[in-house]
């Protein structure tokens, strides 16, 4: 199992990651996407990395 975790003061909070459970912002205008897990692979196993990757919701980029 994979999962997210953060530190809250003295508490650690862990959150697991399911296949239809990870979602970005749109680095346009800010509003949240779904994120395919086989999309996610895809970007790694291409030499992508998740603290650099920005993606872009279907209506801006059709207004590009």
């Known amino acids: ?31 949240e996407i779904a994120f395919d897990s086989s999309e996610l692979a895809d970007l ?5 990395d998740l603290a650099s990757t920005t993606v872009t919701c279907e209506n801006c980029t059709a207004s590009k």
Do not use: H, Q
């Open 1 to 31: 199992m994979f999962y997210t975790k953060a530190k809250i003061g003295e508490a650690e909070i862990r959150l697991p990651l399911y296949d239809d459970e990870i979602y970005t912002t749109c680095d346009t205008c800010g509003r």
């Open 44 to 48: 790694i196993v291409n030499g992508g």
